[in-house]
């Protein structure tokens, strides 16, 4: 069964995490929707926020603050399987998230997973620095482990609206 073409959207009784107020966890905070743009495809994203606290560097500040980590999972519908969907569709449910934080861009950091930094099969990461108010921040340089693309904000395309609760 295709996913509504009009818009992307969770189920109605999963909201998008807060990241202005929701508190550093183990636990990531889960949304599972359908592709907009594939059939029996599934997304599987998985929202995460850990604190950092870095040493200065040369050249580099010390900074501390909170990193947020969106991990989109792309599976098929039926079987769990990895599966292909382009990048447009979960980057727009990561700008959805990071705006909940105020931010209008993060980064891509493409199929791989951000804290061991290899390749991973059916998923999409993205990240963004926010410091110790829940404001974006460029990424402290200390925190890559791997490259970071920045995530343009939404051009002049149609844009998609991901609704959430109040």
């Known amino acids: 069964m295709a996913a509504d073409p009009g818009s992307i959207r969770a189920d109605g009784h999963q909201a998008l995490p807060n990241l202005a107020w929701q508190e550093a966890s183990a636990d990531p905070h889960i949304i599972t929707a359908a592709a907009r743009t594939g059939t029996d495809i599934e997304l599987r994203i998985h929202t995460s926020v850990a604190p950092f606290d870095v040493a200065a560097e040369e050249w580099?500040?010390?900074?501390?603050?909170?990193?947020?980590?969106?991990?989109v999972h792309i599976v098929d519908a039926a079987t769990g399987g990895p599966r292909y969907l382009p990048p447009a569709e979960p980057a727009e449910w990561a700008r959805a998230i990071f705006s909940t934080a105020g931010a209008a861009h993060g980064y891509f950091l493409g199929a791989v997973d951000p804290n061991a930094g290899i390749h991973r099969r059916g998923q999409l990461a993205y990240r963004l620095s926010l410091d110790t108010d829940r404001q974006p921040i460029p990424v402290p340089r200390q925190l890559v482990t791997c490259p970071h693309y920045l995530l343009p904000g939404l051009d002049g395309r149609a844009e998609i609206t991901i609704p959430t609760k109040a």
Do not use: L, N, Y
């Open 60 to 71: 580099f500040p010390a900074a501390v603050g909170f990193v947020v980590t969106v991990i």
